[in-house]
T-cell receptor, first 114, second 115 residues
Framework: AQSVTQPDIHITVSEGASLELRCNYS??????LFWYVQSPGQGLQLLLK????DTLVQGIKGFEAEFKRSQSSFNLRKPSVHWSDAAEYFC????????????WGAGTKLIIKP | ETGVTQTPRHLVMGMTNKKSLKCEQH?????MYWYKQSAKKPLELMFV???????ENNSVPSRFSPECPNSSHLFLHLHTLQPEDSALYLC??????????????FGAGSRLTVL
């Protein structure tokens, strides 16, 4: 069955430090790939997406993600985190040949140390 | 108002009550979705509407009943719920008809507690 794995339930990072959140998926063909962020008490907001082309994609709020086909991964990165980045981050994939069913990871909660 | 608005933000109901969740999108989008978000679990798609027509019902129990009277409004009617239905219910919309490439715009959610 298709699945998305975010191996880290929580990650704690010091303010100003770099960040990498991991996402792996199991699916034969390259799917559409997304990262969403959910700040406390809010809905999810799209950070970035990968459909095709350059495998390094830029998103909002200084985030980027790199698609690695050989590793079936789409890891999210930020060079220097800010306290306002504390939130939960969700990776999602959608098969290209199918419908609108997004397959979601369980999320990674980012905690920022002052 | 802009974006996707959900009301109420919090709801507590007994197992025999009937209540409704409301979602309104001000974006001119053509598709609307209901998701269930439970702690430590992936989001679960419940219902999808495209131009007011239901296109997906993901084996959701009949105690959840959706209604989409027009392309801007979506309701989730709740009756005889179970405690395990306690969760955050998220409404989302997309500009295009449902497809895997859709970017979703989410509301802030309705936190439901079933006693």
């Amino acid at each position: 069955a298709q699945s998305v794995t975010q191996p880290d339930i929580h990650i704690t990072v010091s303010e100003g430090a770099s960040l990498e959140l991991r996402c792996n998926y199991s699916y034969g063909a390259t799917p559409y790939l997304f990262w969403y962020v959910q700040s406390p008490g809010q809905g999810l907001q799209l950070l970035l997406k990968y459909f095709s082309g350059d495998t390094l994609v830029q998103g909002i709020k200084g985030f980027e993600a790199e698609f690695k086909r050989s590793q079936s991964s789409f890891n999210l990165r930020k060079p220097s985190v800010h306290w306002s980045d504390a939130a939960e981050y969700f990776c999602a994939v959608a098969p290209r040949d199918s419908n609108y069913q997004l397959i979601w990871g369980a999320g990674t909660k980012l905690i920022i140390k002052p | 108002e802009t974006g996707v608005t959900q009301t109420p933000r919090h709801l507590v109901m007994g197992m025999t009550n009937k209540k409704s969740l409301k979602c309104e999108q001000h974006l001119g989008h053509n598709a609307m979705y209901w998701y269930k978000q439970s702690a430590k679990k992936p989001l679960e798609l419940m219902f999808v509407y495209s131009l007011e027509e239901r296109v997906e019902n993901n084996s959701v129990p009949s105690r959840f009943s959706p209604e989409c009277p027009n392309s801007s409004h979506l309701f989730l009617h709740l009756h005889t719920l179970q405690p395990e239905d306690s969760a955050l219910y998220l409404c989302a919309s997309s500009q295009d008809r449902p497809s895997g490439a859709n970017v979703l715009t989410f509301g802030a959610g309705s936190r439901l507690t079933v006693l």
